[in-house]
């Protein structure tokens, strides 16, 4: 499903509820744009999405070298913006 030849955007749901070695298997993806021998098109972006330790929800620990792999922003809901 995410071998498509025009760019696009791939987003990882609940990325770091996924066992460490589903984890690990984001690695290359994330970093390099690639699974096994297909790469990403040239302009695609990966954005993964998760919930935060302290929500109390489902959330497991993620390597720092899943983490130094991005870039983490969090949002904060108002809906006067």
Do not use: T, W
């Amino acid at each position: 499903m995410i071998a498509k030849e025009e760019p696009y955007c791939l987003f990882l749901d609940e990325l770091n509820a996924c066992s460490h070695e589903v984890q690990k298997a984001f690695y290359s993806l994330i970093n390099d744009k690639r699974i096994g021998e297909y790469y990403l098109p040239e302009g695609s972006i990966i954005i993964g999405a998760g919930n935060r330790a302290q929500d109390n929800a489902i959330v497991k620990p993620m390597s720092s070298a899943l983490i130094n792999r991005m870039v983490h922003v969090h949002l904060k809901v108002s809906h006067r913006d």
